[in-house]
């Protein structure tokens, strides 16, 4: 592709993005499912298209994709759940990985071991992308976002290490066991020594450049940096590490130490351009995969029907039952063997003689975290790493793909009516009630502190500022505590709606609305310059900003 193909492409992938979002805000289709199939349709479209390059998807696209999820997930929820995260990352990508190779080599003419199980390890990791979005939407309860969370972020390197272990085997044509666990193990520790090195290089490069912009760009070249330590090829000459990993572990410490360690100009400016790298990133992605399909589909004129379809049915049987069986069958185990899915510590008066009792996921937690296993991007980037000559190339290209269709489409556009149909709803009371307690803390401790700056000084405009401070921080607990009392008063789960609480929140904005548009006025009037106007405005957006959006956002 030319220069001006390139650019009348991108440009029409951005439209296509934006387009998409405004569709699935009117009717709630996810969007990963209506981007790859208008990639599907305009790959059978006359015109360029674009063949996914796994190496740029590697390197480029999936470590900010990754270090993103991690920045906005909880790394003292995936402590809690470490057991589940593992069970799920580890283990199942691992059994899903060895049931698919032993499947080939059993029943597919003239497959390997070797084949099967860098097909299994391609397809095992589900991507949490549309899972979580949809999950979101339909009021999924935290402790499944938190254990969809955790497997999405971890799988990915197990897959990775699996794959390459694989690829070895063929190309040594001996597949030592001992060797390939041994260098499962020194790839995991070695990205997590990384990531672990990589966040606390960011920490200190943040103590010195604190500004926005600078804090903006360490954020960006952070994952690109700890996946490039890993993955260049003077390290991969002495020893394999996982970048993958790196990239997740920094994201979550730097993620968790964040609001302690950053300004609140660099946190919303940082917040804001992830969002928008995110969203361009994924879209294109999902755009990407439906591209494939044409190329992929044109490779299987040399098979026979009958080989692919049992190679098919291996590995979508593989992917589709194995996960539900698994989960149920962890639920079953004894309880000193238990992984925790999902489990929660009971009150100390709950607890027996052997310590806490955990509460396991009940059968329709399971239902939905097994639904939530769809396939996207690492499986499709994983499996076109394969080099030139590996056996059955096109064969497993096409099984992956339609595993990632499959699993993106059907359990994708089922998946919130399900979590609706099974009644699976946070707990958005408790939610609220607990986010106005914080907020009730956090003003009780500036009310102390008030305190101790006035046993210090006695200078009368500042005892003046102190007052009014004080006023306004008074009246902010009076609103929160107003705001649980009225909590408390209903039983249901869902927020109660408080009438003098929206006209409030009406009020508030409709004068942030007044002051913006005498600001303009000003401003055309020829009475205030355009940089007053934008630090003016700037003021007041951080204003608005704190206003929710709905009511279910407090």
């Not at 909880?74 to 698919?100: C, E, F, K, P, W």
Request: glycine share 6%; aromatic share 6%.
């Amino acid at each position: 592709m030319n220069p001006e193909e390139i650019l009348f492409f991108v440009l029409g992938a951005v439209a296509v993005i934006v387009a998409v979002r405004w569709v699935t805000e009117k009717t709630g289709l996810p969007a990963a499912v209506l981007l790859t199939l208008i990639g599907i349709i305009y790959a059978y479209l006359p015109g360029p298209n674009v063949e996914l390059e796994p190496e740029w998807i590697l390197t480029f696209v999936l470590p900010p994709l990754l270090y993103n999820a991690a920045l906005d997930s909880s790394l003292l929820d995936i402590r809690r759940n470490m057991r589940t995260v593992i069970s799920l990352s580890v283990a199942l990508v691992l059994v899903t990985a060895l049931l698919i190779g032993v499947g080939f080599s059993l029943w597919v003419a003239g497959a390997t071991l070797a084949a099967g199980v860098a097909l299994g390890a391609a397809v095992a990791p589900p991507d949490p992308v549309a899972a979580l979005a949809v999950g979101r939407k339909a009021g999924l309860p935290g402790k499944l976002i938190t254990l969809i969370q955790g497997e999405g972020l971890l799988n990915d390197a197990t897959a990775l290490t699996i794959l390459t272990v694989a690829v070895t085997a063929w190309r040594t044509d001996n597949f030592n066991f001992d060797n390939a666990v041994g260098k499962f193990v020194i790839a995991a520790a070695g990205g997590v020594l990384v990531g672990v090195a990589v966040a606390y290089t960011v920490r200190f490069l943040k103590a010195l450049r604190s500004d926005p912009l600078s804090s903006n760009a360490l954020s960006l070249i952070t994952p690109l940096a700890a996946y490039l330590i890993c993955e260049n090829s003077f390290v991969h000459h002495y020893v394999f590490i996982s970048g993958v990993l790196a990239v997740v572990v920094a994201g979550l410490i730097i993620g968790h130490d964040t609001p302690r360690y950053a300004t609140g100009a660099s946190r919303l400016q940082t917040t804001a351009v992830w969002r928008l790298i995110d969203f361009l990133l994924e879209g294109a992605v999902f755009l990407l995969i439906g591209m494939q399909v044409p190329t992929v589909v044109n490779g299987l004129a040399k098979y026979e029907t009958s080989t692919i379809i049992i190679a098919l049915a291996i590995t979508l049987g593989v992917v589709l039952l194995l996960r539900p069986l698994w989960l149920v069958a962890t639920q079953l185990l004894p309880r000193q063997l238990h992984t925790r899915l999902g489990g929660q510590q009971l009150s100390e008066a709950e607890d027996d003689e052997n310590g806490p009792r955990e509460v396991p996921l009940n059968g329709k937690e399971v239902t939905a975290l097994s639904w939530a296993g769809t396939r996207g991007v690492i499986t499709l980037a994983a499996i076109f790493t394969l080099p030139m000559g590996f056996p059955d190339r096109e064969l497993l290209f096409f099984c992956a793909i339609s595993v990632v269709l499959v699993t993106l489409v059907g359990q994708g556009l089922t998946f919130a009516p399900l979590v609706r149909w099974l009644g699976l709803r946070a707990n958005k009371k408790d939610q609220a009630r607990l986010r106005n307690e914080a907020r009730s803390a956090a003003v009780r401790a500036a009310l102390d502190r008030l305190d101790d700056i006035q046993e210090q000084h006695h200078d009368h405009i500042e005892d003046e500022a102190m007052v009014t401070m004080r006023q306004q921080l008074e009246v902010r607990l009076d609103r929160y505590r107003r705001r649980l009392d009225l909590l408390e008063q209903v039983e249901s789960h869902e927020l109660p709606k408080s009438p003098q609480y929206e006209a409030a929140l009406m009020v508030r904005q409709a004068v942030i609305d007044a002051e913006r548009e005498e600001l303009l006025r000003w401003r055309d009037a020829g009475r205030l310059e355009d940089d007053s106007l934008r630090v003016l405005n700037r003021e007041l957006d951080h204003e608005e900003l704190v206003l929710p959006k709905r009511p279910k956002d407090h």
